[in-house]
């Protein structure tokens, strides 16, 4: 499929379209997903068995004085061990060249279900997806050196993907968009520990922002003022002048953090759900 090789969709189709061709797409991941957590376990099995045989082999070496029925055995299962290792590291990453982003099946797909009720049979829905690593080299969008307070050098790298823009028509006749972007963060420590050893640790933060915007039909509906500068007290909501209409906005803004690798950062359907209500919550009647 040319979607799971380039990682990039976009088009416009009817909804029953879209949830058929994400449904295949979502069959897809999963199966990904198990076979990765999968390998993902042998790879540390057999490193962790790989780095105990390597010190067990040197440890009786030294105890039986380099006997060499010892070092064959030992170097034997050494090398057994290391070559299961870099198979399952190979595959490990064959697979991960394939993984598609979880919000495609974990948000966007169960929101249009939840929302087929409201979008007309005929109506057709655009869609750019990127289902890529976000912290892929051409998503970096800055790197600097921080000041290092105690550490010898401290380096930041964001990166930055709209990783879903949808245009929803719906069946008063407005139009519901969607934006999701992913932005991580790493941060690479470099520092000595107290035997002057040179030591470096990665952490990282992944920052989504998650905006819904609603764009009534100016004949029926308008956004009532009022309800926006309310609800700007506790949210971030904006009401622009577009041409032939408005359309309110509403962002949140999502963080969290890992120290092993790039957050995998998927939001409820529901909560995207929740922003879609409160922006219909300031529709009035037109006139």
């Known amino acids: 499929m040319e979607a ?9 189709k009817k909804l029953q379209q879209w949830i058929e061709f994400l449904k ?7 199966q990904v997903d198990a076979r990765l957590k999968q390998i993902k376990s042998r790879v540390h099995t057999f490193g962790t068995a790989t780095f105990v045989a390597l010190c067990v082999t040197i440890f009786l070496t030294f105890a039986t004085e380099g006997n060499r ?12 061990f290391f070559g299961i290792f870099i198979t399952f590291w190979n595959k490990s990453n064959s697979l991960q060249e394939i993984n598609l982003d979880n ?31 976000p912290a892929a080299e ?7 050196e921080l000041p290092p307070g105690s550490n010898r050098c401290l380096i930041e790298r964001i990166y930055r993907v709209q990783t879903i823009h949808a245009a929803i028509p719906l069946t008063n006749g407005s139009q519901l968009i969607l ?9 690479d420590r470099y520092y000595s520990n107290r035997r002057g050893k040179s030591k470096h640790k990665q952490k990282w933060k992944m920052l989504t922002l998650v ?25 971030k909501v904006k009401l622009k002048q577009i041409c032939g209409g408005q359309l309110c906005c509403l962002t949140r803004k999502f963080k969290s953090k890992s120290a092993v690798g790039v957050p995998e950062e998927t939001l409820s359907p529901d909560l995207v759900l929740d922003m879609c209500m409160k922006l219909c919550a300031m529709l009035n009647p037109a006139g």
């Not at 966007?108 to 990127?130: A, F, Q």
């Not at 051409?138 to 600097?144: A, H, L, P, Q, T």
């Open 69 to 80: 029925t010892v070092l064959w055995i030992g170097g034997t299962l050494l090398v057994i």
């Open 103 to 133: 919000s495609i099946r974990e948000t966007l797909l169960p929101l249009l279900e939840i929302l087929s009720e409201d979008i007309p049979p005929k109506g057709k829905i655009s869609l750019v997806l990127n289902m890529g690593d």
């Open 211 to 235: 905006t819904a915007g609603l764009a009534p039909n100016a004949d029926d509906f308008a956004v009532d003022a009022a309800e926006v500068d309310r609800l700007s007290e506790s949210e």
């Open 179 to 187: 934006d999701l972007v992913k932005q991580p963060a790493s941060y």
């Open 24 to 30: 295949t797409l979502a069959r897809f991941d999963e």
């Open 4 to 12: 799971v090789t380039s990682k990039r969709v976009s088009g416009k």
């Open 138 to 144: 051409e998503n970096r969008i800055s790197e600097k």
